[in-house]
């Protein structure tokens, strides 16, 4: 059983993922994403966890969101807290978890009219990686 609208007026929402695509509405990405609640969304250069710098999460930042999803790949994967300093300094909530969990608790935070920023790792396939 479906619980949300596959779009919300005025607002992002991610529509289905797999190991290779995010999608948000009928818009497929092929790459990591930063998804506003509203506005444009943004590709994002980390590929995996230890891609991550703290200029990744300074552009989060700059979406100015209430709290953070942040999907760590197909495997949940924490990272250092000092990667995020910014964030926890400004009291922004961050919340780390597996992509697709990701995407699920970021449109029902969407959903409930909450200002958050999914910040989405889309790792390389196998192929990609060599």
Known sequence: MKFQPDTLAGTNVLSRHDADALWVGSTRFDHSLLVPWRGEVKAWAPRSPADLTEADFEAVLALAPEVVIFGSGPR??????????????????????????????????????????????????PAEAR
């Not at 300094?89 to 969407?110: F, K, S």
């Open 76 to 125: 949940l994967q924490f990272i250092r807290p000092a990667l995020m300093r910014a964030l926890i300094d400004r009291r922004i909530g961050v919340e780390t978890m597996d992509t697709a969990a990701a995407c699920r608790t970021y449109n029902v935070l969407v959903a409930e009219g909450r200002s958050a920023v999914a910040a989405l790792l889309l790792s390389p396939t």
